[in-house]
Every structure is written in structure tokens, then in C-alpha cells.
Nanobody, 125 residues
Framework: QVQLVESGGGLVQAGGSLRLSCAASGRTFSSVAMGWFRQAPGKEREFVSGISVSGGSTVYADSVKGRFTISRDNAKNTVYLQMNSLKPEDTAVYYC??????????????????WGQGTQVTVSS
């Protein structure tokens, strides 16, 4: 089992930045691939970014490429999502997700076994 707790969401103006954190517990974090997803009102939950066990491989949705950066600190059991140049369309609840037993992340929701409770990000225009 992996327990995940996100933090760092909030209200920010367009063009601003936020850093989300996801603290993991319950299993050796360094063996768990991680991902970030988001869900806007009335929309499906969508992939944002993923990172491999070592942190050496990352992947981004086209909509956030060049603006968001995913990273992880295995010593702190934490994965981060640095979000810069935020846009109103980035407004959503952001979820971190864990994929135990796999080296690489995935863009597919059903490839993740554990989810956090989500943190709200609101970008005003």
C-alpha cells in the first residue's frame, strides 16, 4: 500500500507559479513510479506529467510542456510539480498517483494503483 498526500495548491494569477508536493508513505518510495493528473469541472481526469523510479525519465502532456517540471526526492519520499507561466485553463484539482513495481510512469489512469486526495489549483485571468 502507498498513501499519498498532496499539498501546495492555491489561487494564483495568470502567469504566476505554484509548486505542488506529494508526500508518500507505506512502501519503499524509490521503487514507485509516480504521476500527476488533473481534473477540471465537467472534464475527465487527464495526465499531466510522470517520472520514473530514478527520476531520470520524465514525460509531459503537450499542454504543459515547457511550463511544468516534475521532480522527485527519494530521500524525502516526495514528488514535486513545479508549475510556471500558469494559465486559466490549468485550473483543476491536481492528483498525484503511484505505480508500484514499475520503473516508468504511464499516461494512463488505470496504470496507477494509488491516488492522493487532490489539491485545488485555481488560476485567475
Amino acid at each position: 500500500q502507498v498513501q499519498l498526500v498532496e499539498s501546495g495548491g492555491g489561487l494564483v494569477q495568470a502567469g504566476g507559479s505554484l509548486r505542488l508536493s506529494c508526500a508518500a508513505s507505506g512502501r519503499t518510495f524509490s521503487s514507485v513510479a509516480m504521476g500527476w493528473f488533473r481534473q477540471a469541472p465537467g472534464k475527465e481526469r487527464e495526465f499531466v506529467s510522470g517520472i520514473s523510479v530514478s527520476g531520470g525519465s520524465t514525460v509531459y502532456a503537450d499542454s504543459v510542456k515547457g511550463r511544468f517540471t516534475i521532480s522527485r526526492d527519494n530521500a524525502k519520499n516526495t514528488v514535486y510539480l513545479q508549475m510556471n507561466s500558469l494559465k486559466p485553463e490549468d485550473t483543476a484539482v491536481y492528483y498525484c498517483a503511484a505505480r508500484p513495481g514499475f520503473y516508468s510512469s504511464s499516461v494512463y489512469r488505470d496504470h496507477y494503483d494509488h491516488w492522493g486526495q487532490g489539491t485545488q489549483v485555481t488560476v485567475s485571468s
